[in-house]
């Protein structure tokens, strides 16, 4: 009994998580209500109070479903210390952009973020775990590009954080114009051509 009894609270979570998920997309985060999740989710405000303890709770967990397969693709990355760490981070960049380009509740949920979010004072903690996130891939990828300086692979002139920034900025510029207009392009077809090309940029002339 216990146990059907964990499984079907965990089931009102998911429901309550996906309903958040959908109203937030369709009308933006500031504007979706705690009563208005409930509603969709067919429960009560209190079950709401139970698995989460505030919008930006719910906000957070909501995100949390997509970090992990990035969150595995960093420690990944982190945790290599030979081979071709430029070839590593454009797999690790192709592959995370593959993912979003494949999985629909994947761009749903950086839509929310990018283009249907207000980083207001409410959802602060989410924001804050979203910059701790967005801290340790520039770490990662600093130190795998420090691999690559050491390797005589980067540019002189080129410092392995600028290096990083640089990624970073433009994967999440490249992302965000995607999600705006998602049927311009082929993301999957396109991922690899368009990492290669911001990464040749940062190579040494052979």
């Known amino acids: 009994m216990a146990r059907r009894t964990k499984a079907e ?33 067919d429960v ?13 709770d719910l906000f957070n967990a909501m995100l949390a479903r997509v970090r992990l397969p990035f969150h595995n693709l960093l420690k990944k ?7 071709d760490p430029i070839a590593q981070i454009k797999e690790l960049m192709v592959s995370g952009l593959t993912l ?15 283009h249907r979010c207000e980083y207001i004072d409410e959802l602060n903690p989410a924001v804050n775990t979203q910059a701790e996130l967005d ?14 300086k050491s390797n005589n692979l980067l540019r002189d002139d080129l ?3 600028v290096a990083a920034y640089s990624l970073h900025v433009f994967i999440k510029g490249l992302i965000s ?3 705006i207009q998602p049927n311009e392009c ?9 990492v290669d090309t911001m990464l040749r940029g940062m190579l040494k002339a052979r």
Do not use: N
């Not at 990355?77 to 081979?83: H, N």
């Open 9 to 41: 609270a965990e089931a009102t979570r998911e429901a309550i998580l996906d309903a958040a998920e959908h109203l937030f997309y369709q009308h933006g985060v500031s504007r979706t209500t705690l009563a208005k999740i409930a509603s969709q989710a």
């Open 177 to 179: 114009s995607y999600l």
């Open 159 to 161: 410092d392995p954080k």
């Open 100 to 114: 979003i380009g494949t999985s629909e509740q994947h761009r749903r949920v950086l839509t929310i973020v990018f």
């Open 186 to 194: 082929d993301l999957q077809s396109i991922a690899s051509t368009m």
């Open 77 to 83: 990355l982190d945790a290599l210390e030979s081979g």
């Open 44 to 56: 009560t405000r209190g079950a709401i109070y139970w698995h989460f303890e505030d919008k930006a």
């Open 135 to 148: 801290y340790e891939a520039l770490e990662i990828m600093e130190k795998t590009f420090r691999r690559a």
